[in-house]
């Protein structure tokens, strides 16, 4: 039977993890780079459009981000919140309008994340997204369909899509 006391706690943890999940969502979408990657353990990584790891790794990606002619706006929702002591896997789905080259975009996709309970709160140890699709929103959206081509890399392993 687990106590009032460790109930409460895991309800703060899981707020937490939500609310470091909306701050990633924001940090990406203005750019905030220092501060996004301080979502991250020291050793974090992020496994999606391309894999970085460390913070001077992670900096050097997210801020390759900005010239590359991409804007956009992730929602990410239906969070499955599984914690053990001071280690927490999430399961997300994102939903993601984007512009690239000046070209609108829609994106969806799911993350897989592990986090581990630092001093200063929860951290991703691994962020990892993988998409279902990524293209023009003028071709319309459909499973495995990449019109955005490092998107591909990222994509699920269903679909026979290398």
């Known amino acids: 039977m687990t106590t009032l006391e460790d109930r409460v706690r ?3 943890d899981v707020e937490a993890i939500r609310a470091l ?3 990633y969502c924001r940090l990406i979408d203005t750019g905030d780079w220092p501060a996004l990657v301080a979502l991250f353990a020291p050793d974090g990584t ?3 459009l391309q894999r970085a790891s460390g913070h001077d790794d992670l ?3 997210f801020t390759g981000l900005a010239g590359g002619g ?3 706006w992730h929602h990410v929702s239906n969070h499955e919140i599984e ?3 001071d280690t927490a896997t999430v399961s997300s789905m ?6 690239v080259d000046d070209v609108p975009h829609v994106a969806a996709g799911r993350y897989a994340d592990r986090l581990v309970r630092t001093a200063d709160g929860w951290r991703y140890a691994v962020k990892q997204v993988r998409f279902e ?3 023009p929103l003028r071709d319309g959206w459909d499973r495995h369909r990449f019109g955005f081509a490092p998107a591909r890399s990222a994509a699920t392993s269903t679909g026979g899509v290398p």
């Not at 994102?94 to 512009?99: E, N």
């Open 133 to 135: 699709y990524w293209g």
């Open 70 to 72: 991409i804007r956009w």
């Open 83 to 85: 914690i053990q002591a």
């Open 94 to 99: 994102l939903w993601q309008p984007c512009v």
């Open 46 to 48: 992020f496994d999606g």
């Open 59 to 61: 900096l050097a990606f």
């Open 21 to 23: 999940d909306a701050r």
């Open 10 to 12: 895991r309800l703060e």
